[in-house]
């Protein structure tokens, strides 16, 4: 029985490195680039479900804003592919590190907020300062609105590492009580057992779901400042 409960969150080390890049670079194997005049069944399916959710994220973009797809689909697909690397055993999730998805949400929501007070000045200084504010609470609600600007990225990052490690501890958890369990109670083992496993369904669930919310708000602050 493991005793860390964290062990699962902690950084891989290989001869005193960590191999956390050789494992983000990994997702990447799983979509191969198309060489054949006929595509097979899983390249088809990829090239499907890409088209898919690229569609609903491009849905209420302008055609300036649209030019944004290929980095926002490869955004969904890396922090998918990720989130489903760490559902395998003895795998390391590199989306549990509050440090690796502030590493991704800063850029992005940074890069769409230039690019609003860039090319919509008026309209991006507009968003600080609801219409019809008294004249009284201007400052103060300019601050607040400053400071939820600038939240919109830790909030970004926490809540992909807050959903996806609660996750995994709780699969954790469960499992340990499973193991524990099969040497006093069979029956409340297979219980349990049966629990984990419709947990595992949902978090596989789960790990494609937090990939798409996080591309779909990036994708919505983009909205906003094109």
Do not use: C
């Not at 680039?33 to 595509?39: A, D, Y």
């Not at 504010?133 to 830790?154: N, R």
């Amino acid at each position: 029985m493991n005793e860390n409960l964290f062990a699962p969150f902690m950084i891989p080390m290989m001869l005193g490195l960590p191999i956390t890049t050789l494992i983000i670079i990994l997702p990447s194997i799983l979509f191969p680039t198309p060489n054949r005049l006929v595509n097979n069944r899983t390249i088809s399916i990829q090239q499907w479900l890409t088209k898919l959710t690229s569609k609903q994220l491009m849905n209420v973009h302008s055609p300036k804003g649209q030019t944004w797809s290929l980095m926002l689909i490869s955004l969904f697909l890396f922090i998918a592919s990720t989130n489903l690397l760490g559902m395998l055993p003895h795998s390391f999730t590199p989306t549990t590190q509050l440090s690796m998805n502030v590493g991704m949400a800063i850029p992005l929501w940074a890069g769409a907020v230039i690019t609003g007070f860039r090319n919509k000045t008026k309209m991006s200084l507009a968003h600080l300062l609801p219409q019809g504010t008294p004249t009284f609470l201007i400052p103060m609600l300019v601050i607040i609105e400053t400071i939820s600007l600038f939240i919109q990225p830790v909030a970004l990052a926490v809540r992909l590492t807050a959903n996806i490690t609660a996750g995994h501890l709780l699969m954790h958890l469960i499992g340990e009580t499973t193991l524990v369990l099969m040497s006093t109670s069979l029956l409340t083992a297979l219980i349990t057992f049966t629990i984990l496993t419709l947990l595992t369904i949902l978090e596989f669930a789960v790990a494609l779901i937090q990939a798409y919310v996080f591309t779909l708000l990036v994708s919505l602050y983009l909205h906003d400042n094109t």
